[in-house]
């Protein structure tokens, strides 16, 4: 509270009714000008949308720079190597290790996703406290004046000088008009600077939580690649017939017209397909014979997360796995089944944004009935899963498995790359980063692949920006 007795003179200022400061004509000379906002009448109201959209852009790109500019130390690389050499050397240990790796890195890079949508948010939030403090700086000039005013000129003190006991009053009555105004438009700056101080506060916090992630994320990198290694040394029985196979299906994918022909054609001329894929028909067959009550086991089995790890063929039938799914990335859907393509057609399959080199794991037990690029749609891995299901996987950067071998659900398949790839199943999306398209097919037609997901974001699609 301003006394009384220290209270304004006649340079007060008083409020107007349109809530602007109004000086007195005693006050012309010396308070200053109100500030001037050209352009604020015309100015359309921004769009929440866009600017999210703006943020989420420049976010990642800072979020791209910071990844390349981190950089791991000697001692947590010798860490690093020393926990992949007490793995023990079997096919089983170092797969169940590479899911595990997986896994890892899937919950990082999904935290870093939600931690650059919230730093975009608060970026959002902060460029709007600074552009209304930015409209309303003339408002905020004239109250700064006006306080300015009221030290510069106290009005007289009754008790010293009554001769002036008449403007003493007369300031008073002004000091009652003007205080209240004054002390709203002040504690209202002061609420905005410390709302925007908190903004920035936060934006600091996530931006440091958001380094750790992505430091923690490139160590889970790394350490997958030397478990990728170690289990391609397992598994590398002769290198000259897996040059031969990969360069016949090469053949094979140039002739082949559409996805039925080519899993056909390498499901008959490629020998580790075509074994993998009667193998995994004997195991299905097997399966049929078994009672109810071994039914029961080996389902109840595979759902603690712990089958065996050197079966080849998948735990349980695919069409049990509805609702059990995890997505193969960490992404944004863009596009789902029967969203229109870019092209007048339907998409056969949905389509996710993901950030630059995302792990992509298998959704499901399958054998890779084909691994490389095929026409228009780039890379692309397809997997058997059984029940005459196959998955299809497009978009990726760099493949890590090969065709004829059995995975699990969650084993690391592929890479996405830093853009998105041309190709047909990514036309008219409005986004630069890397997508993976994915399409689920049974008895060699698309279905929609909604039902067997876990995950809660696969509801409408959106494009993202």
Known sequence: MIPPVVALGVGACVLGLSGRIVGPEAFAQDAPAPVATPGVAEQQPPDPAADLARKRDETRLELETLSKTINLSSDKMAELEKSIADVQKDTSSIRQALIDSAARRKSLEKQILDGEKKLAELGVKEDAARRSLHERRGLLAEVLAALQRMGRNPPPALLVTPDDALGSVRSAILLGAVVPGIRKETDKLAADLANLSALQAASAAEKSSLTTTVTNSLEEERRMNLLLAENEKLSQSNNAELETERKRSEELASKATSLESLVASMETEISSVRNAAAAARQAEENRKLLTDEQRAQARALAESGVPDKN???????????????????????????????????????????????????????????????????????????????????????????????????????????????????????????????????????????????????????????
Do not use: C
């Open 311 to 465: 079966r080849i063929a998948p735990a349980y039938p695919f069409g049990d796995l509805k609702a059990k799914l995890e997505l193969p990335v960490a992404g944004d859907v863009l596009r789902q089944f029967g969203d229109a393509d870019g092209t007048g057609h339907e998409a056969m399959g949905m389509t996710l944004a993901t950030n630059p080199e995302t792990v992509v794991t298998a959704p499901a037990d399958g054998h890779v009935v084909y691994a490389g690029a095929f026409r228009s749609y780039g890379q692309m891995i397809i997997l058997d899963t059984g029940d005459g299901y196959h998955l299809v996987l497009s978009g990726m950067e760099t493949i890590s498995t090969r065709q004829g071998k059995f995975v699990f659900a969650g084993e690391p398949l592929a890479v996405m790359g830093a853009k998105r790839v041309a190709s047909a199943t990514a036309l008219a999306l409005e986004t630069n980063r890397p997508t993976l398209y994915i399409e689920f097919r049974k008895d060699g037609k698309p279905v929609d692949s909604r039902p067997w997901w876990t995950a809660k974001d696969t509801g409408k699609a959106r494009n993202d920006s």
